[in-house]
């Protein structure tokens, strides 16, 4: 079993950032895929980012490709999601998310294993 606990979110105008952190619970960090995903009011549940477990290769949603950077750290079980030139269109509940398989953006949310609670991010024009 695996908890993930979201922080770093809030209020924020456009352009600027924000930097989301992902703590997770459990010594096998390192054996899980992590991702973020995010869903805006009235639309489903989008992958945004995901890394390997070594953190060595990485993926983005196209909407956030050059502007969003995800990392993570397996001696702190912790996994990231730095977010620059933010606009509007990012405002979202912010959700790590974690799978012994794998996350892409062809993955369906319910079959990945574990989720956190969500975080609001809001960006203001």
């Known amino acids: 079993q695996v908890q993930l606990v979201e922080s770093g979110g809030g209020l924020v105008q456009a352009g600027g950032s924000l930097r989301l952190s992902c703590a997770a619970s459990?010594?096998?960090?390192?054996?899980?895929?992590m991702g973020w995903f995010r869903q805006a009011p009235g639309k489903e549940r989008e992958f945004v980012a995901a890394?390997?477990?070594?953190?060595?290769?990485?993926s983005y949603a196209d909407s956030v490709k050059g502007r969003f950077t995800i990392s993570r750290d397996n001696a702190k079980n912790m996994a990231y999601l730095q977010m620059n030139s933010l606009k509007p269109e990012d405002t979202a509940v912010y959700y790590c998310?974690?799978?012994?398989?794998?996350?892409?953006?062809?993955?369906?949310?319910?079959?990945?294993?574990?989720w956190g609670k969500g975080i609001l991010v809001t960006v203001s024009s």
């Open positions: 890394v390997s477990r070594s953190g060595r290769f990485t």
């Open positions: 459990g010594r096998t960090f390192g054996s899980y895929v």
């Open positions: 998310a974690a799978d012994h398989d794998y996350i892409d953006s062809g993955r369906s949310a319910q079959l990945i294993d574990y």
